[in-house]
């Protein structure tokens, strides 16, 4: 099933295309190199380590910016890794915060051994039961417009499971040094006041 | 309360979780993520009851690890609330703290230290510590209730003023050992 996913970076370019005040934290592995692929950015912060965490930083970074639109991409294995944050997300319930899984139904940095959605773990189905406001699976680039057109404008929390091709893609590595990250993020979004705060 | 038999100061005296409250208030801590412990309840009803603070029930523990990275990188400041038995779910987790420099206020309640009734407990509480500090997390160890604005306000100030990950440890012997016979 997997010939007819979508290719990631072309859904991730898509949905980072005039991303304009939008916040992005980016799962470690394919993810961020996705996004990074999309143009690095300083209102991204891509993960290099701490597999599972990607939706509860954008969680907190959603609660702490209400204003301000939220998203996560993320891939299907390290979506399971913190699968009791859609829980969590579902009890806050923030309209500002969009998570969007490329599930390419492999852990594609240690060798593309299947994940449990290959297995039938259906991701949208768990979001949709922890509350989210909308939750879907995404197959075809058509709907594409639609998710990033919900990303920017429609009330969360928002989940989309993108099938994607388990293509293993040339590396586009962002910055690793988490320091650097943070402070350009904060200050990105913050001011340059950021660094005395 | 249980386990007066075992508490060495009159800590219905002092309100601390109040005081713990208050000073996260004046450290303008705004979300306050937690996995329940009962040596807890009374903050995090307390918390729930703010209008300036947002009280995030979490799965699992290192999910407010996550959590106090993301509202860092949006301006606010978070605390942690857990059980000792959660510091061991939160190592992987941590190493966001110690790689970006996030600010990180973690409150744990010790179990397995005083006067433990239940042997699972043990093990976690009695490597609460060294876990900690072989996660880079500076540990401070609140025994008495009087002691619980300023400690916790000291550890405030070392996280977000310092930049530091830091934990307060709140010992089982001034909460009050659980014994199940006795819990309300």
Redesign the interface.
Known sequence: MNDAGLDRRKVVAALLEQRDTL?V?AGLGSAAWDCTAAGDHPLT?PL??????????????????PKRRVLVVTGDGEMLM?L??L??IG??RPGNLAVVVLDNERYGETGMQKTHTAYGTDLAAVASACGFADSRMIRGNAEIAAVRSGIHRDKGPLFFQVKVRPDALPLVLPPRD??H??HR??EA??GEG?AA? | MPGKASQPYSVEAIDWPATIHSALKSQRVRQVSYVPDAGHRRLIELCHADENMTAVPLTTEEEGVALAAGAWLGGERAALLMQSSGVGNCVNALTLASNCGFPLLIIVTMRGEWGEFNPWQIPMGQATPDTLRLAGVHTLRLERAEEASTTVTAAAQLAFGGYGAVAVLIAQRMIGAKSFGEEP
Do not use: Y
């Open positions: 916040l934290v912060f290099w380590g701490a597999m599972g965490s990607a939706c509860m930083i954008g969680l907190g970074l959603a609660l702490a910016q913190g009791g944050s829980a969590t009890a806050q988490g320091a990250l943070k993020f904060r979004l913050l950021a705060q």
